[in-house]
């Protein structure tokens, strides 16, 4: 069994960083294929950011894209999302996903990922 647990949240002001950890139990960490997804009250889960098994492949929302970075250390099963010039529209809670590969894969579809984290709050003020 896989347990995700997030890391790293608070209050920043707009323009502020914060760099959020996501923690995997086990030594499987390495075979599964890893995202970022957020969510505001009263919206859809969003993804954000998604990272290959070995690190070589990220891909981000166009929302992010350019102020964001995921990382993951495979020796440390820990997965990582720098966040900077954060903006109050970032506000949201943050959870990490882990997937295995399949056949059809899309990395912004939440239903592809088999383990979840609790989450961590991300709150930007303008």
């Known amino acids: 069994q896989v347990q995700l647990v997030e890391s790293g949240g608070g209050s920043v002001e707009a323009g502020g960083s914060l760099r959020l950890s996501c923690a995997c139990s086990?030594?499987?960490?390495?075979?599964?294929?890893m995202a970022w997804f957020r969510q505001a009250p009263g919206t859809e889960r969003e993804a954000v950011a998604h990272i290959s098994t070995g690190g070589a492949s990220t891909l981000y929302a166009n929302s992010v894209k350019g102020r964001f970075t995921i990382s993951r250390d495979n020796a440390k099963n820990t997965l990582y999302l720098q966040m900077n010039s954060l903006k109050p529209e970032d506000t949201a809670m943050y959870s990490c996903?882990?997937?295995?590969?399949?056949?059809?894969?899309?990395?912004?579809?939440?239903?592809?990922?088999?383990?979840w984290g609790q989450g961590t709050q991300v709150t930007v003020s303008s």
């Open positions: 086990g030594n499987t960490f390495r075979s599964y294929r």
């Open positions: 996903a882990a997937g295995p590969w399949r056949p059809d894969y899309n990395w912004d579809r939440s239903s592809h990922y088999v383990y």
